[in-house]
Nanobody, 122 residues
């Protein structure tokens, strides 16, 4: 069963950091580009960041550029999202998913996982 499991969320104060993990099971992650997405309360899901299968190409939503960094460790079958200088507007459920590429990551392969909640509040 192909599955991606998100973890690492939590409650943090503005300006602090979190690192999210996206662990794959049932398949080899290095065959796929991976996108990070988020859904804030009352809003639609939006793309946050993407990393190609090799890690050589990345893409970011404008509002997170310079604050978030996506990386991957294919040996550990895991993709990470390092989030620094967090803001209240980053509050959302964060999801990862397989995507066709980082030039086309509006669609995903498979279904959404449960995600991990990130809450930024003082």
């Amino acid at each position: 069963q192909l599955q991606l499991v998100e973890s690492g969320g939590g409650l943090v104060q503005p300006g602090r950091s979190l690192r999210l993990s996206c662990a794959a099971s049932g398949f080899t992650l290095d065959s796929y580009a991976i996108g990070w997405f988020r859904q804030a309360p009352g809003k639609g899901r939006e793309g946050v960041s993407c990393i190609s299968n090799s890690g050589g190409t990345t893409d970011y939503k404008n509002s997170v550029k310079g604050r978030f960094t996506v990386s991957r460790d294919n040996a550990k079958n895991t993709v990470y999202l390092q989030m620094n200088s967090l803001k209240p507007e980053d509050t959302a459920i964060y999801y990862c998913a397989r995507v066709p590429s980082c030039t086309n990551w509006r669609l995903i392969f498979g279904s959404w996982g449960q995600g991990t909640q990130v809450t930024v509040s003082s």
